[in-house]
């Protein structure tokens, strides 16, 4: 039977602690009125400091929700829970989902990931009114003649 080192040690090797989130969360709970009772718990202490280096969970997921990328960890949370997933399922299932992602997601970018925005290549619309008596209007106007010659 394992004792509740070796379940903690499992469960936080599992769940990817790094040495730096290993410190800080011990250096956390210290101060703490009442330590973690679960791996995870404790991990999440770890990591805060972490995510706190990045915009916010909420505020990113909510951008992703209506197809706005503005930072690359945004990105590629969104292509982890699934871009579509987040246009469509219920907030209740995809924002659980996106918790998840998004504090893997900035661990790995501070380890070094390399998660790029890829610049959109879409031609601006632009229109310019044909000015009557310019020189577009008179070649407009020429060939629409020499097509009614053609079909009468």
């Known amino acids: 039977m394992l004792d509740t080192v070796e379940v903690w040690a499992i469960a936080l090797t599992d769940l990817k602690i790094t040495r730096t989130e290993l410190f800080t969360a011990q250096r956390k709970s ?3 009125e009442w330590p973690p009772t679960a791996p995870a718990d ?12 990045y915009p916010d969970m909420r505020t990113e997921y909510l951008a992703a929700a209506q197809g706005n ?25 995809s924002y659980k989902s996106w918790q998840k992602h998004y504090v893997d997601v900035c661990k790995q970018h501070s380890e070094g990931a390399d998660f790029k925005v890829p610049e959109t290549h879409q031609v601006a619309y632009s ?26």
Do not use: C
């Open 30 to 32: 210290m101060s703490l």
């Open 42 to 53: 404790f991990l999440a202490l770890g990591r805060t400091e972490t995510a706190s280096n």
């Open 69 to 93: 990328y503005k930072h690359e960890v945004t990105l590629e949370t969104a292509k982890r829970v699934g871009t579509w997933e987040l246009k469509t399922q219920p907030e209740s299932i």
């Open 127 to 152: 229109h310019t009114p044909v000015q009557a008596g310019s020189e577009a209007d008179k070649q407009i106007t020429a060939k629409l003649a020499e097509l009614r010659r053609m079909s009468a």
